[in-house]
């Protein structure tokens, strides 16, 4: 059983940048793929990035390609996600997540969550 913890999440202004870090333990494995995912008030859950552990070419959506980064460290146990030049549509709760067959778009291909860090962006 993996379990996903968030934190670093926080009130920032726009233009801001945050860093959030996911702890990973339990059994992780390296074919597994992990993604940060966003929900936003009054709005659907969405994918915000996604890569496999084991490397390869990351997904971005569109609204944060060239501004958010997300990265993991060797001994995987630390999702992070980089997030510069913030905005106020930013502001959600940020999800981590890993799917244990691999990088996936779809919500519902991953297994394991965490609770969520809230992330405010002020204007």
């Known amino acids: 059983q993996v379990q996903l913890v968030e934190s670093g999440g926080g009130l920032v202004q726009a233009g801001d940048s945050l860093r959030l870090s996911c702890a990973v333990s339990?059994?992780?494995?390296?074919?597994?793929?992990m993604a940060w995912f966003r929900q936003a008030p009054e709005k659907d859950r969405e994918l915000v990035a996604a890569r496999n552990w084991w490397g390869g070419s990351p997904y971005y959506t569109d609204s944060v390609k060239g501004r958010f980064t997300i990265a993991r460290d060797n001994a995987m146990t630390t999702v992070s996600l980089q997030m510069t030049m913030l905005k106020p549509e930013g502001t959600a709760v940020y999800y981590c997540?890993?799917?244990?067959?691999?990088?996936?778009?779809?919500?519902?291909?991953?297994?394991?969550w965490g609770q969520g860090t809230q992330v405010t962006v002020s204007s």
């Open positions: 339990g059994r992780a494995s390296s074919s597994f793929g």
């Open positions: 997540a890993e799917s244990r067959g691999g990088l996936t778009y779809k919500e519902t291909g991953y297994d394991y």
